[in-house]
């Protein structure tokens, strides 16, 4: 016999947990479908980590899952050449700009506090096979054979979504040409609570804070050549290129674990939503890890949903209903759509090779960098302090 719930969310991940943590202890039956075994107490090191952005920490300390692992980035330094572009905390009176976070760390959080919630149960090891769509209600039979029904299934499981799928929504992928390169890096010297960029004729080397003084988590972007080039080094020999790319900020760094090398592209699903469907995260869009806001913009899906449905339920009204699904994504779409815009044009912007864009981005950076009015408003722009907000991203809720 199928279970029945008001809601059930495929992908119990950070922006599908997120959701699910922000209908914690509502009157709504709510159902978690995850297929990888998850770990409420994960604190090791691992390869994927996310910077995740003031306004994002809210929503974490909102729903009451913050974890204690986590480095803060007070200081940025980005250059290319001679160019240089910093960025300070202080300057707008903030202890940091952002979090560097291990996804498995947050993920357990999230998990953890997910096991708080009486009206919330978690599906795990669980897998969508298919959804059948009517007038009142989803069906969704799972790989190993249960079945469960919703008013409202929520996609969250990715840039090759099976809900996007099952609910016939057009998909569109935009190949970058390029893989990032993750990995753990140990350095010479402390990193200060400092993230750099440099701006290489390849593509970005970014080193990004951890919880250790003496560690980094690099995410080099590179186009797909150079970075199967570097993939296929031995690790003394990626040593070597690593140092090259990087300098000598922080000494000498050195490989501190394995690599992994993802494939960019940016994606973006035509409908954020279709009959009983609601898609987050990057079941819905993706973008270039250039700024760092991927994960941060399905955060702000996540709540931005959360808050429609609560609102909707305390007036008992169908969550999955088409007008109400609308205004999430009228709520989102257009600010996806922005990010994806701006990192997608800074990739070409700095990969390509013509003189008169190389002179542009000189002078750009050296510009921006007089001003401290322009760096304040980047900064709190993109640390999420300034814009419009759901409420459970607002430091001051209403």
């Known amino acids: 016999m199928a279970k029945d719930y008001d809601v059930v969310i495929a992908g119990g991940g950070m922006v599908g947990g997120t959701l699910a943590c922000a209908l914690g202890g509502s009157g709504l039956k709510v159902g978690v479908i995850e297929p990888q075994a998850v770990s409420a107490t994960d604190k090791g090191a691992g390869l994927r980590v996310s910077a995740i952005t003031l306004a994002s920490q809210t929503v974490f ?9 986590r480095a803060p980035v007070e200081a940025m330094r980005i250059w290319e050449d001679s160019s240089t572009l910093n960025f300070d905390s202080a300057d707008i009176g903030e202890p940091c700009l952002a979090w560097i976070i291990e996804n498995n760390v947050m993920v357990a959080a999230l998990t953890a506090r997910l096991r708080q919630f009486a009206n919330i149960e978690v599906l795990n090891p669980a897998r969508v096979a298919t959804a059948q769509f009517d007038e009142e209600r989803v069906s969704v039979r799972l790989e190993d054979g249960r079945e469960v ?26 190949d ?23 701006f290489l004729a390849t593509g970005p080397l970014a080193f990004l804070p951890l919880a250790d003084p003496r560690q980094v988590s690099i995410v080099w972007s590179a186009d797909t050549a150079r970075a199967t080039e570097l993939m296929h080094l031995d690790d003394v020999a990626f040593n070597v290129e690593l140092q090259a790319a990087f300098g000598d900020h922080l000494g000498s760094a050195r ?11 940016l994606g973006f699903a035509r409908d954020y939503t279709a009959q009983r469907v609601a898609l987050i995260g990057d079941a819905a869009h993706t973008v270039h ?17 959360a808050e429609i449905l609560l609102a909707a339920a305390g007036q008992k009204r169908d969550l999955g209903a088409q007008a109400l699904l609308r205004r999430y994504e009228r709520a989102r779409k257009g600010a996806d759509v922005s990010m994806q815009a701006v ?10 090779h013509l003189p008169g864009l190389r002179a542009l981005r000189d002078a750009g950076l050296r510009f921006t960098d007089q001003l401290p009015p322009l760096k304040d408003y980047l900064m709190r722009r993109a640390s999420g302090l300034a814009g419009e907000l759901p409420r459970l991203a607002q430091r001051v809720q209403r």
């Open 61 to 69: 300390e909102n729903v009451g899952a913050w974890p204690d692992r």
């Open 149 to 174: 029904k919703t008013q409202l299934l929520v996609g969250a499981d990715g840039a090759d979504s099976r809900v996007r799928r099952a609910a016939s929504i057009d998909w569109t992928r935009h």
């Open 176 to 198: 970058l040409g390029q893989s990032a390169i993750v990995a753990v890096v140990s350095t010479e010297r402390p990193h200060a609570c400092t993230a750099w960029q440099h």
């Open 255 to 265: 490989l501190g674990s394995a690599r992994a090398a993802i494939p960019l592209a």
């Open 289 to 305: 890890p250039l700024a760092g806001q991927g994960v941060n913009l399905g955060i702000l899906d996540a709540v931005t949903l």
């Open 343 to 352: 990192t997608g044009g800074f990739r070409y912007l700095f990969g390509s």
